[in-house]
């Protein structure tokens, strides 16, 4: 008998094994971009723009392998998918460009995307009517709201 992929494997497995740069479909470039307006980055519009650097550094982080050659081939897939100019294969400027991007950015997109997510989420998956964010899988990534860490320590929950 099989078991059923739990549903955060069927996540990363779209998002790692998909042609392209996946999380252009659930992080949309209107919602980076004004992010990037938020905190006062500028930047030119070139093959490694920020959007671009953000999707494939999602893509890159959940890959088995995470290595920048692998994060350039889906960059290079996605532009080839849309007739756009493609890079070479050389590392190097995506690297240079991801190192540019401000913690800041991530920061301000985890909030945006978890406060995303609390709109849709069904109020009876709550607990104790508060939203927690916790996935563990290989890796663990870990969202809880101010107002719950202040209310945990108090001893309020």
């Known amino acids: 008998m099989k078991k059923d992929k739990h549903p955060v494997e069927i996540l990363i497995h779209k998002f790692t094994k998909t042609f392209g740069l996946p999380f252009q479909e ?4 209107s919602i980076i971009e004004q992010v990037l307006i938020d905190i006062g980055l500028k930047y030119k519009n ?3 723009n920020p959007i671009v650097i953000v ?3 999602l893509s890159q982080v959940l890959d088995a392998d ?15 998918e ?18 540019n991007l401000p913690e800041l950015l991530f920061k301000k997109l985890l909030d945006i995307s978890s406060k995303n997510l609390e709109n849709i989420v069904d109020k ?9 964010f916790f996935i563990k899988y290989p890796f663990t990534i870990s969202y809880l709201r101010r107002d719950i860490i202040r209310s945990y320590k108090r001893g309020t929950l």
């Open 55 to 57: 999707w494939s550094f």
């Open 26 to 29: 659930v992080l949309p470039s």
């Open 46 to 48: 070139r093959i490694y």
């Open 82 to 99: 849309k007739d756009l100019k493609t890079p070479s294969q050389n590392t190097s400027a995506y690297c240079q460009a991801r190192k």
């Open 124 to 132: 009876k998956h709550l607990w104790r009517q508060m939203f927690l």
């Open 66 to 80: 995470h290595s920048c050659k692998n994060a350039v081939s889906k960059i290079i897939a996605h532009l080839a």
